[in-house]
């Protein structure tokens, strides 16, 4: 059975890092999920400093609050990565990673959604942009120095579709994760995230068995910027083919709600919304 999960950004105080990961296990169990997908950052209440310890911890939370650890995540290549414009950024980016590789293992998960660099950043307008092909290379270069750990610990990195403006066609994900003849890497594919240049189920069915995540999200072609992301069910994904795709290919991991914004006034409620949203699509509600 497909684990229905919930990401931890979703929550109030998640973008930020303030919200106690425990806490979060919780609720999420409160809202009807099976699992949670949780996020790093460089601290905060899942920071790089995390110890073994600290997740043997976290798993027994989870288990007492009756949720899986299903995969990671982190918003941490925003602001450096792999192919970042300086060395001293690129060799940060590979330090952290291959400390969320190590803390993702601890975990038990067998995902990590990975975002190796960006041509630009559309939240980041005064970032300069970087040419595509020095993003490729660098994004390589960077991936081949923290794939052979990610192979040793049992843990494929999800190159997720976000806008960024690279590897944006499933046939391109497919070279550009093919090249490195590895396990350990897959694509982590937001559905939401496609709709403004492509189809989803398109992009399941091409990937196949290269597919290591998903996220479900929910986006209006017409409004066609970041305000476009609503509810699921209320905007333009076709979730029958996207479920249909997802049978097809044989993916049986956790599909991951990544809920931002959240509601300005109880923001909760959209964590319930879309509990009742994720069943009707999973196909739990009569």
């Not at 979703?10 to 099976?34: C, I, N, Q, W």
């Not at 997908?37 to 997740?55: H, M, Y």
């Not at 044989?250 to 914004?261: L, N, Q, R, S, T």
Request: net charge negative.
């Amino acid at each position: 059975m497909i684990l229905k999960s919930l990401n931890y950004w979703s929550m109030p105080g998640g973008l930020e890092g303030t919200l106690p990961v425990e806490t979060f296990l919780t609720k999420a169990k409160h809202y009807r999920y099976d699992a949670v997908e949780l996020c790093i950052a460089n601290d905060g209440a899942l920071g790089l400093d995390t110890d073994e310890a600290r997740c043997r911890e976290i798993l027994s939370a989870a288990q007492a609050a009756g949720v899986q650890v299903a995969s990671v995540a982190s918003g941490i290549y925003w602001e450096y990565a792999l192919a970042s414009d300086t060395e001293t950024d690129r060799a940060r980016a590979v330090e952290a990673l291959r400390k969320m590789i190590q803390i993702t293992s601890w975990l038990g998960c067998k995902t990590l959604l990975t975002i190796p660099g960006a041509v630009d950043v559309f939240f980041l307008p005064d970032q300069p942009s970087r040419s595509y092909n020095v993003v490729w290379d660098r994004s390589v270069a960077g991936l081949k120095q923290v794939l052979p750990l990610a192979e040793e610990l049992g843990v494929r990195l999800g190159i997720e579709n976000v806008w960024n403006k690279f590897l944006t066609s499933p046939l391109e994900m497919a070279r550009f994760i093919d090249q490195f003849e590895s396990p350990a890497i897959g694509a982590y594919v937001d559905v939401a995230n496609i709709l403004p240049y492509g189809y989803p189920e398109q992009w399941l069915r091409i990937l196949g068995k290269r597919v290591a995540g998903v996220h479900f999200k929910d986006f209006r072609r017409a409004v066609g910027n970041g305000d476009g992301f609503v509810d699921l069910l209320e905007g333009d994904v076709n979730w029958p083919e996207v479920m249909s795709a997802i049978a097809e290919i044989g993916y049986d991991g956790p599909v991951a709600a990544e809920m931002i914004p959240q509601y300005r006034f109880y923001p909760e409620v959209r964590i319930a919304n879309t509990s009742n949203a994720m069943d009707a699509i999973l196909g739990r509600t009569a």
